[in-house]
């Protein structure tokens, strides 16, 4: 398995409850980003982490997202009381660096929905 | 508006025919990727162009990067049915560090 892996695949929650989505990146990749991609908004940018470090925090829509990553590799995106908004698809990419220029691979994604 | 537009939205292909997508910036380009997705899977690195100027090919598809007209285009020879699916342009600016900023997407569907 040398790919980024998500999981779960697919999400079913209820409108309050909170969820936890899971981002295994490539070994080795330093860089590990977040993005929702939803129907009438295209692809969006959550979160960037380098390291365990999330010098870009931009892009979460609000308070009740967070995000952590652990030892430089597994990260979790975390959803607090759910709304029914919050039902995308959450793709996770990791990245190397060559020649000055950086590579994301992406995960397969999580898809969520909020009922 | 969006930062990137891509055109078409959406084109519907004869298997052997040739096909161009167009990714069109409204702000400088720093870098531009083309990703390949499939309905339920995740987005799949294609080519990645540098400013510049530069053009690049893998197997039947060209992507170029023209950096005056602020524009990419990715060009198909010869379609297969296996080229289907939706394809993303990614770019990166200058002020935004190394998170990407995409298009809406072409969706391409290529008939046997």
């Known amino acids: 398995g040398a790919g980024v892996s998500q999981s779960p695949s697919n999400k079913v929650t209820e409108k309050g409850k909170d969820v936890e989505l899971r981002c295994d990146p490539i070994?080795?990749?330093?860089?590990l980003y977040w993005y929702r991609q939803s129907l009438g908004q295209g692809l969006e940018f959550l979160i960037y982490?380098?390291?365990?470090?999330?010098?870009?925090k931009s892009g979460l829509p609000s308070d009740r997202f967070s995000a952590e990553r652990t030892g430089g590799s597994v990260s979790t995106l975390t959803i607090q009381r759910t709304q029914q908004e919050d039902s995308a698809v959450y793709l996770c990419a990791s990245s190397f660096t060559s020649g000055g220029w950086e590579t994301q691979y992406f995960g397969p994604g999580t898809r969520l929905l909020v009922l | 508006s969006q930062e990137l537009e891509q055109s078409p939205q959406s084109l519907i292909v004869q298997e052997g025919k040739n096909l161009t997508i167009n990714c069109t910036s409204s702000?400088?380009?720093?870098?531009l990727y083309w990703y390949k997705q499939k309905y339920g899977e995740g987005l799949i690195f294609l080519m990645m162009?540098?400013?510049?100027?530069e053009e690049k090919s893998h197997e039947k598809i060209t992507a170029k990067l023209d950096e005056k007209k602020q524009q990419s285009s990715l060009h198909i020879t010869a379609s297969q049915p296996s080229h289907a699916g939706i394809y993303l342009c990614?770019?990166?600016?200058?002020?935004?560090?190394?998170?990407?900023?995409f298009g809406e997407g072409t969706q391409l569907t290529v008939n046997p």
């Open positions: 070994s080795g990749h330093t860089a």
């Open positions: 702000k400088t380009l720093y870098g």
């Open positions: 990614g770019a990166v600016r200058e002020t935004s560090g190394s998170r990407l900023t």
């Open positions: 162009l540098q400013k510049g100027g």
């Open positions: 982490f380098q390291g365990n470090s999330a010098p870009d």
